[in-house]
């Protein structure tokens, strides 16, 4: 029975210990959140994600899924912890580097660390192995250090934990090898082995495609709105061409990877990577735009009530990292056009917002904004928005 220690226990983390958990290995989940690790230890979980808790109940309750602030021997480190981006748009490391110090004491010969953590390129090998050699540990000779980096879809992480194809690239061969045996232990996907390098820029590469493919949606939906032309028909139908494949415009990009992983291949590559930039602008100003198409309707009332229908960066998850959504509400709240009106049925709080019912929201409005399309608001029909104005960013309910 292999002793496994998962560093993170975030939305990759958890669900990552308490299916291991589940499978039979013995889990020692770190966090450096008293809070998160109490709660886990109750049966519990600090994030939404469907099934996620049964999950956590079943690994806790079985004895194989235990949470503390500190690491613990084990046989195989996983490194999930965040790697978000500076105030220049740069990867923030200090987390990894932090996690790798931590585990250095508990490392022995025949162990294998993996780092999940969406990274820049070379973070394995320049950051985590080098690190590990700096502290005394023979990488390379008894101690195996590779990069597996997450491909799951928040509202689909077990299912995708599991059946997607995984990534494995290693400092060296032996690296490689044995990492990747371990996820085909649990993995019904394909193992695919490479490099660490390539595995790194392949996560990078992969969020990069959608980065770009939005932005271009996101751009049609500004032209059409010039040209008065309905930017989802116009997708529908350039859709139906068998070689092409425009994803949904909205009020811009969010999440933690998309809205982040290619500024990672940017700071890398500044010179090089002038369309995945110029792509990274194009999303990043929508938010703007949306705000400025709110402003325009609010001019025709003295001070209008404005319903804002979602905070989150996608529907039907708890998820505000990076969220479009949350940047269009905090910028109507500096503008300061009315009374804002906040439904976000997946957070029970929020430190700068009060939130309300988006049944309530919608009748005390003037303006409604639907921001994200999470199933609860599809309950809305026309006869809720009679004289009232409506301003759609994911066109649910053309």
Avoid at 77 to 91: D, K, M, Q, R, Y
Avoid at 133 to 142: A, F, I, M, P, S
Avoid at 247 to 256: K, S, Y
Avoid at 358 to 381: M, S, T
Wanted: aromatic share 4%.
């Amino acid at each position: 029975m292999k002793k496994v220690c998962v560093m993170g226990l975030g939305y990759i983390g958890l669900p990552t210990a308490s299916f291991l958990g589940t499978k039979g290995y013995q889990v020692h989940g770190v966090d450096i959140s008293p809070n998160v690790v109490d709660t886990i230890n109750r049966g519990d979980v600090h994030i939404t994600e469907p099934e996620l808790d049964v999950l956590v109940k079943s690994a806790v309750q079985s004895g194989n899924l235990k949470a503390a602030l500190e690491p613990a021997e084990a046989d195989i480190f996983i490194i999930a912890v965040p790697t978000p981006l500076n105030g220049s748009h740069e990867p923030e490391l200090s987390a990894v580097t932090k996690a790798t110090d931590a585990i250095s004491p508990y490392i022995k010969p025949g162990n294998i660390v993996i780092l999940e953590s969406t990274s820049p390129v070379g973070t394995t090998d320049r950051l985590v192995a080098d690190r590990l050699r700096e502290l005394g540990h023979k990488v390379g000779e008894d101690v195996h250090v590779a990069h597996c980096p997450e491909r799951v879809l928040p509202g689909r992480i077990l299912a995708e934990l599991v059946g997607n194809d995984r990534i494995v690239g290693g400092i060296d061969d032996t690296s490689t090898t044995k990492a990747a045996d371990f996820y085909r232990e649990f993995v019904a996907g394909e193992v695919l082995e490479t490099t660490a390098a390539t595995a790194e820029l392949a996560k990078l590469s992969e969020n990069t495609f959608r980065d770009v493919n939005i932005a271009l949606a996101n751009e049609l939906s500004m032209i059409c709105d010039d040209m008065d032309v309905d930017v989802w028909d116009l997708i529908a139908l350039a859709n139906r061409h068998p070689r092409v494949s425009i994803l949904q415009p909205g009020p811009g990009v969010g999440g933690h990877c998309i809205a982040v992983d290619p500024w990672f291949i940017v700071a890398a590559a500044p010179n090089q990577a002038r369309l995945i930039r110029t792509a990274r602008e194009v999303n990043i100003a929508k938010p703007e735009w949306v705000v400025e198409k709110i402003r325009a309707r609010a001019e025709k009332f003295k001070r209008p009530t404005i319903a804002c229908l979602g905070l989150a960066y996608k529907a039907d998850i708890d998820d505000l990292r990076e969220s479009p959504a949350l940047d269009v509400v905090e910028k109507l709240r500096e503008a300061d056009l009315g009374e804002l009106l906040i439904s976000e049925p997946y957070v029970k709080s929020h430190p700068d917002y009060d939130l309300v019912d988006w049944q309530e929201a919608v009748q005390r409005a003037d303006i409604v904004v639907v921001l994200v399309d999470h199933r609860q608001f599809k309950g809305l029909k026309p006869k809720d928005l009679q004289e009232r104005v409506l301003i759609d960013t994911r066109g649910m309910l053309r």
